[in-house]
């Protein structure tokens, strides 16, 4: 299953991503720098839908921790929403649920 | 038949007692040898006799070639050092040829009877005595061997029959050749089969000629030996024996063009370069095998340099060797404590960095990514936190302020907490890989393995960056976990009511694992962060 990636909104209040499929290192060099220039770009809180994502190896998470801390350096904050029960319990393991979830 | 038989039985003798030898004294001096190459790294001149000596005990340069190579890819010898070792123990080789040359039959016949009377009274009681008569035994059974040949060779010249094969195979400038080649080849020696030829030529069996073109052929034919060993070689192990070719092959293009030239311009057709080293033909194969030697030793001792670039662009170090190597620790930043303990620091870091390969065997991402082998990286981190442990120990020996001598204390924490934790992670691989059931693609193994590996990639680029936010967050990720994880698991189970008993454990053991490399990975933050403060 290959990974997409889809701007869902993008304004000055917020940028929407919705991610689909599995963010592993076979599938994240097609998104990840496309991913970092959105958020780079971006001066608002971020979203990032998960509902359609089925995997998340650490390559996607060390993605999620850039853009966290990138965002996070504006003064916004990064929020991950719609997350399987199975993506949560690996957030929860790595301790990072308290700054993505 | 006598003849024929005479000779075989010398033949036979020779190669026993070269053989005994070579063994018992590789047992003798093996370890003082080895010790002896690992001390000659000072001078040249050490280096020099270390492999002159090892030429002449024994009586083949590859012994050297192997030791040297060993200590070569372990970086206990540079490349230069090694070559000046293997020059010289080639020149040592040529040693056998000049005792053989000389006219002890007499001094041969009482070492025999003394070895006898040594048994006779048994006075090899210890272990290394025993070796020691060994060794002795067979020297004697060597030259008793040499002797045989010699004299059953005698008579051989008169029979009409040899003296007709002779006379055709003369021609065959080409079979003599291979015949020393693949002699070689098969005794692994090529001063003992020109010891060989040097007696069938003593007893007019083979001519000048025909036993210098033998001579030529052993140094082909120990360069096909050693390039034959080399091929189960890679790296830094390789370029030691691709040198010995190099230098075998040489030898045989050089002296035989000198041969060449020198039968060509001669009137008579008569050797003269050895012959103004000596009249005596048997003392002219020796001077010729010594030449052979001395030729490539200073050639390639001239041309060291593009040689040695040569050698590394065609067999560079492997992956694991550079892996297993300290890339920051250097001796001389010694003397500047701050600039040393800064190199350890960095050092540590690389090792670091090497962690999270150990979970990229195991993890989903495997089949996307290079995979080193466990136990490669398992010894290559073993080496280089060695390294560095020396390293540290030899700072904290110099006069060093106080806050500095801490600051070496917390680095040497450090690097025990980060064995501890490549331990933990050996262990945690070791659990999944050698579990009853394949546990691997589990979704409960998959998430500690993936968490373990984002907590490690999180701790690498906090102790780069040296960002105390990092830190802090680091701090949070690797705060205790064990009931959040116990409830994980008990909760899977719970899911998974079919899982076997033994697969239950494994995954147990795992989420321990787990644990502790989180506790570990945290105090390896903490030490960090308290350094951090410190220094500021």
Known sequence: MSLAMQVLQSDEHLLIIAFSGKLDALNLPSVETKFHALINNQNSPVILDFSEVSFLASLGIRMLLTAYKDVARQGHSLKIENASDEIKKVFLTAGLSEFLI | MEIIGTIFCGLGLFFIGF??????????????????????????????????????IFQSASAAVFIASGFHSARLLTLRQSMIIINWANIGTSMLIFIVVLNIKLLIFYFVGLIGMVYFLQLDRTNRSQMMFLFLQGVSMLFLGIFFIKTAAVPLQSLPWFREALQMSSGSVLLLFLAGGLLTVAAQAGSTVTVVALTLSSVGLLNLLQTFIIVLGTGVGSAFNILLFSLKMRGSEKQLCLYQGLFKTSGVITIALLLFLDYRWSPNHQPRLVSMLSANPGKQVAWLFLIMQLLPTFMLTLM????????????????????????????????????????????????????????VRVSPDRDYKKVTDLNVLHDCFEMVDQQITQYLEKLVKNPLAASLQEQIHQTQHFSSVLKDLESNLFEFVTTINTSFETIVNLPFAINLIESLRTILDTAIDCMEDQDPAGMEMLLKLTAEKGDLLQRIRKDYFQKNTSLDLGVQQSLFSLTLQFDRGCWLLRSVTLIRQKALTENQ
Do not use: H
């Open chain 2, 304 to 359: 060291r340099k593009p040689v040695i670039i040569l050698l590394q662009r065609i067999s560079s170090p492997t992956s694991d060797e550079k892996l297993s190597q300290a890339e920051f620790l250097s001796e001389p930043a010694l003397q500047d404590p701050e600039t040393a303990l800064y190199l350890a620091w960095k050092e540590q870091i690389r090792l670091l960095r090497i962690l999270p390969d150990y979970l």
């Open chain 2, 19 to 56: 053989r005994m030898i070579s063994r018992n004294l590789r047992q003798l001096t093996g370890t003082r040898f080895k010790k002896l190459i690992q001390k000659a790294t000072g001078t040249r001149l050490l280096s020099a006799l270390t492999g002159f000596f090892s030429g002449v």
